[in-house]
């Protein structure tokens, strides 16, 4: 078949996707900036290599499996960083989790990470 013919069908494939989380890879990047600066001296700058709870990886899955990423969210910005919690600009904290996502597996896209569409995202891969 040729190709641009395949494109159709990866599109309307989309919207059954609708649950895995979006972001950009700019967003992760931005992210991965605020996140060295502001968490990774606790959280470890490898999300799982730190004094408190690990950000990424199987245990941190288990934990986060039952909530939505609006709930993960709400904690981090209202409780983080420890030392300033709801410090950061809600850019930041969404730019944050976007990079969060991407340590954890999670492909970029071209739509980008917005707090009104977390409710509907999960960790669950
Ligand atoms: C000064 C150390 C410190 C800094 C800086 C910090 N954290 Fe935390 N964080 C903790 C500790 C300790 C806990 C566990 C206790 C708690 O939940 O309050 C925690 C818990 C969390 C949790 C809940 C994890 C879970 O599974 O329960 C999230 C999410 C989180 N931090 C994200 C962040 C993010 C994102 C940043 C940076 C914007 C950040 N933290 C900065 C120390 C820190």
Same mark, same amino acid.
Request: hydrophobic share 45%.
């Given at each position: 078949?040729?190709? /641009?013919?395949? @494109?159709? /069908?990866?599109?309307?494939?989309?919207?059954? @996707?609708?649950? !895995?989380?979006?972001?950009?890879? /700019?967003?992760?990047? /931005?992210?991965?900036? !605020?996140?060295?600066?502001?968490?990774?001296?606790?959280?470890?700058?490898?999300?799982?290599?730190?004094?408190?709870?690990?950000?990424?990886?199987?245990?941190?899955?288990?934990?986060?499996?039952?909530? $939505?990423?609006?709930?993960?969210?709400?904690?981090?910005? !209202?409780?983080?960083?420890? $030392?300033?919690?709801?410090?950061?600009?809600?850019?930041?904290?969404?730019?944050?989790? +976007?990079?969060?996502?991407?340590?954890?597996?999670?492909?970029?896209? !071209?739509?980008? @990470?917005?707090?009104?569409?977390?409710? +509907?995202?999960?960790?669950?891969?």
């Amino acid at each position: 078949m040729h190709p /641009a013919r395949l @494109l159709p /069908a990866l599109l309307l494939a989309g919207p059954a @996707l609708a649950a !895995t989380p979006q972001y950009t890879k /700019a967003q992760a990047a /931005a992210g991965a900036k !605020t996140y060295a600066a502001q968490c990774a001296m606790c959280h470890g700058a490898k999300l799982s290599n730190g004094g408190a709870p690990k950000l990424a990886g199987t245990t941190f899955f288990q934990k986060w499996a039952t909530n $939505t990423l609006d709930d993960f969210h709400f904690i981090m910005s !209202t409780t983080m960083p420890q $030392t300033k919690p709801g410090g950061l600009k809600e850019a930041e904290y969404i730019n944050v989790l +976007a990079y969060i996502l991407q340590v954890n597996g999670f492909k970029p896209t !071209t739509k980008a @990470l917005a707090v009104k569409d977390l409710k +509907a995202y999960t960790f669950k891969k």
